[in-house]
């Protein structure tokens, strides 16, 4: 089957490292159409995948905004669909990985006539998106969507919730490799030293940094932890978020902080970073809808601290593979923290169990099996030619 994807990003945010994941298999008969350039292509490239960049322009609309500046930019989107439905003719399918993708790709399967999968990563709820926004994501999707994939049942919830067709939804989790976590202790070691995190207690935070992501919990959690408890936040503003890395510093500088938190920006080594800390803290103030960190960090056999919300909860169980604690309270952050330096033994064995539940549970060759029966029904159901 040959296979359109399309995704409006430039940047490797969770919902484009998946779709590496989906992709590499199709290799040879896909292309991966992006709205914006950037290095999500390079990381694309490397992985053999062709890609195309189809907008010279980013389209202006924004997770919050209105229907007057959704219809401005449809304007703007016009060449962009052209272009896809030029692209799709060579295509059986077409499989929107975003929503700006969805838009494009659900006009360009009604002028092409090639059926649409539409890859939901996000929860469709107010928390997360204007009324507006949520009202043409929902619509789309019910009117031209053959197939809806959700990153979580938490993502399938919230979009039959919006009104959502439950009969075009399944529930498919992300897919990893779990070979790549495996860091040998040598190489740990190695990286710690460079780091300079040696006889520390090290609560590494891997994600973009952005309001809804938290850092700034677990930097509260930080000051009630005992003092060898440092933090390392991985990972950069992704999507502009200037404001909020400066309110970081502020905050950290204000509570004292320097010598116990470390900015690493965005790195391409997660494996070997999660390895090198004692446990693994999200911290999402909004539900999350899957949380790739999760699982990378149970791949990695690495104690995990989750916020209780979303897709997080589908991934965590408390006290077994886990820690789960409520969003937004920096207390019980700090608690959990303290008891994984003193239960060093028990942590590290909830770890080891954590880590062979996932290894099974996400392994990337089973979840794209279940993707690509999916895709053969859906294309074969749809007759395009
Ligand atoms: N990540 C990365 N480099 C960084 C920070 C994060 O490659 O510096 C990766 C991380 O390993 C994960 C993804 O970015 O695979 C983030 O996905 P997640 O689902 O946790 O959150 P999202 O940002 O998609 O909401
Ligand atoms: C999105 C979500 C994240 C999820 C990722 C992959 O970026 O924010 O929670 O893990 O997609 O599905």
């Known amino acids: 089957m040959k296979i359109l994807f399309l995704d409006q990003s430039g940047k490797p945010g969770g919902a484009e490292l998946c779709l590496i994941d989906i992709a590499k298999p199709y290799r040879d008969r896909a292309l991966v159409g992006l709205f914006t350039d950037g290095s999500f292509r390079k990381l694309l490239e490397q992985n053999h995948i062709p890609v195309e960049v189809l907008a010279t322009q980013a389209i202006q609309v924004r997770k919050e905004s209105s229907l007057t500046q959704g219809l401005k930019s449809l304007g703007q989107i016009a060449p962009l ?8 003719s060579k295509y059986d399918l077409i499989y ?10 659900a006009l360009a399967s009604l002028f092409s006539r090639r059926p649409l999968v539409y890859h939901l990563h996000d929860i469709l709820s107010q928390e997360h998106f204007s009324q507006t926004n949520l009202r043409i994501a929902i619509n789309l999707a019910n009117r031209f969507a053959s197939l809806v994939i959700a990153n979580s049942q938490a993502s399938k919830t919230a979009f039959v919730q919006a009104g959502g067709n439950p009969n075009i939804i399944k529930v498919i989790y992300n897919g990893f490799e779990p070979k790549i976590y495996k860091t040998s202790e040598s190489d740990i070691k190695q990286l710690k030293q460079k780091l300079g995190i040696e006889g520390q207690f090290v609560v590494g935070h891997f994600s973009r940094l952005a309001p809804w992501k938290g850092q700034h919990i677990l930097i509260t959690a930080l000051a009630e932890c005992p003092p060898q408890v440092t933090a390392l936040l991985v990972g950069d503003a ?6 909020y890395v400066q309110q970081l510093h502020q905050q950290i500088a204000e509570m004292g ?3 116990r938190v470390k900015f690493l920006g965005f790195r391409s080594d997660i494996p070997q970073l999660m390895a090198a800390c004692e446990l693994v803290a999200h911290t999402s103030t909004s539900p999350e809808p899957f949380g790739r960190v999760i699982v990378e960090a149970m791949l990695c056999g690495r ?4 916020a209780k919300a979303g897709g997080a909860i589908e991934l965590v169980e408390h006290g ?3 820690f789960l604690v409520t969003p937004g309270k920096s207390q019980e952050l700090a608690q959990v923290i303290t008891t994984c330096l003193q239960e060093v033994e028990t942590t590290a064995t909830m770890a080891k169990n954590a880590q062979a539940i996932a290894s099974q549970r996400f392994d990337v060759t089973t979840i794209n099996q279940q993707i690509a029966q999916l895709l053969s029904q859906y294309a074969s159901d749809q007759p395009t030619r």
């Open 81 to 88: 669909i052209t272009k896809v439905v030029n692209r799709a």
């Open 96 to 105: 929107a990985n975003t929503q700006k993708a969805l838009v494009v790709g």
């Open 238 to 243: 992704l999507f502009g978020e200037q404001d």
């Open 257 to 259: 902080l320097e010598n």
């Open 303 to 306: 104690p995990v601290v989750a």
């Open 320 to 322: 077994i593979n886990g």
